[in-house]
Every structure is written in structure tokens, then in C-alpha cells.
């Protein structure tokens, strides 16, 4: 079992439907990231949870909004997104915010946005 | 704004011969670097990291070097093999102030 998991791994729809991108971490940590990857781009962080509290956001539009119920889990709750918005969004997560070490990668969950 | 960057987006290099992929960064006050390999359809996956009291860090098959001088990082990839075919990253942060910031990546291709 990965440390971070994501679900859907693939994602298809409509610029009017919602939808939700579902990440989970198995390693006992106490923040957690959205990132998206776009292609050609550095990797672009979107939100930031430290035990369960939004830390950074990072002049998202609205059509993306996160949620953080516990430490182990985050959602990106998704509506009326635009073409632009197709990407591979990832999930990571560290021991704590505000400090040096590895974040650990989720597998991500590839949007499509028709 | 500073950020950190890759000189070369593509990389070939034949199997067996060592890979050198560089990062170059513009925050001085930068102590932490780290690099990440992805793999097509995978999330980044941590290689090595050093901090900035380092000047070298070696893993297996891989040393990162850094040079704060000229704020350049570099990734060494010994022997390399078509498993190593994938995107690098480098990424650093000040003293956990910040998020990890990423560069854009440089693809590196092996051939066999």
C-alpha cells in the first residue's frame, strides 16, 4: 500500500459538473498539499492543510475548494471548471508543516475538463 | 519573484554513461534542495536531498552537489539505465519557511 493515495486516477468532465478529487495518507503526518501539474510548468502549489487547518492558499479561483475533514484526508472539490484547468493535480503530504524534509507524492489525478 | 529553474529541459544520454542534470536557484537564503524523479503517470518520488552545510551528498548511484557560490545544484546519475528514464525536479525551501518551490523539470531519456 502507497503512503498517499489518490482517487479517481483519471478524471473526464463537463465545464458544468462537480466533482471531487479524494487523497488519503497512510503515514501518521500533519500537513498536507494540493499541487497541480501543468504541462511545461513547475509544479504549482495550491493549498496547504497543517492538522486540519488551511495554511496557504494560493490565489486559487473558487471553482476549486478543498477540504480537510481529518489529517489523513483531503478533498478538491471541483465546479464549473474550465479547459484550462486540465491537469495532473497531486496530493503530498509531510510529518509537519513550516519545516525542511521530503513531501510524499500521491500517484495523482489526471482532469480532464471538455 | 525567486524561483528555482532547470538550464535544460531534455536530456539524452546513452546507457551506461553517467547523467549530469543541473538546477540553478535565485533565493540566497535557500537551505534545503531536494530532487525528484517522475516517472510517466507517477507522482514524484524523493532521490536525495542535501542541505546547505553540504557541498555533496552521495546516494546510490547518485550525488547531488551543491555550489552556493553560483547557486547551482546538480544531479549525478552513475551508470545510468533505462529505468532512469523519467522527469527530474529540484526543489528547495528556506529553512521550512515555505513550501517545497519547484523548477520546471528536465526530462532525461536513455538510450539503450
Redesign the interface.
Known amino acids: 500500500e502507497t503512503g498517499?493515495t489518490?482517487t479517481p486516477r483519471h478524471l473526464v468532465m463537463g465545464m458544468t459538473n462537480k466533482k471531487s478529487l479524494k487523497c488519503e495518507q497512510h503515514l501518521g503526518h500533519n500537513a498536507m498539499?494540493w499541487y497541480k501539474q501543468s504541462a511545461?510548468?513547475?509544479?504549482e502549489?495550491m493549498f496547504?492543510y497543517s492538522l486540519e487547518e488551511r495554511v496557504?492558499n494560493n490565489s486559487v479561483p473558487s471553482r476549486f475548494s478543498p477540504e480537510c475533514p481529518n489529517s489523513s484526508h483531503l478533498f478538491l472539490h471541483l465546479h464549473t471548471l474550465q479547459p484550462e484547468d486540465s491537469a495532473l493535480y497531486?496530493c503530498?503530504s509531510s510529518q509537519v508543516?513550516?519545516?525542511?524534509?521530503?513531501?510524499?507524492?500521491?500517484?495523482?489525478s489526471r482532469l480532464t475538463v471538455l | 519573484g525567486e524561483?528555482?529553474g532547470l538550464h535544460l529541459?531534455t536530456l539524452s544520454v546513452q546507457e551506461g554513461d553517467n547523467s549530469i542534470i543541473n538546477c540553478a536557484y535565485s533565493n540566497s537564503a535557500s537551505?534545503?534542495f531536494?530532487w525528484?524523479k517522475q516517472e510517466s503517470?507517477?507522482?514524484?518520488?524523493?532521490i536525495i536531498?542535501i542541505?546547505s552545510n553540504m557541498d555533496k551528498r552521495q546516494g546510490q548511484r547518485v550525488t547531488v552537489l551543491l555550489n552556493k557560490t553560483v547557486k547551482h545544484l546538480s544531479l549525478q546519475i552513475a551508470a545510468t539505465q533505462p529505468g532512469d528514464s523519467a522527469v527530474y525536479?529540484c526543489a528547495e525551501?528556506n529553512?521550512?519557511?515555505?513550501?517545497?518551490?519547484?523548477?520546471?523539470?528536465t526530462r532525461l531519456s536513455v538510450i539503450a
Request: hydrophobic share 35%; aromatic share 18%; glycine share 16%.
Open positions: 498517499v489518490q498539499y511545461k510548468k513547475p509544479l502549489l496547504v496557504e497531486l503530498a508543516f513550516r519545516t525542511t524534509g521530503e513531501l510524499f507524492f500521491g500517484e495523482g | 524561483s528555482v529541459p537551505d534545503y531536494i525528484y503517470g507517477k507522482g514524484p518520488q524523493f536531498d542541505r525536479f525551501n529553512a521550512g519557511n515555505t513550501p517545497l518551490v519547484f523548477g520546471k523539470g
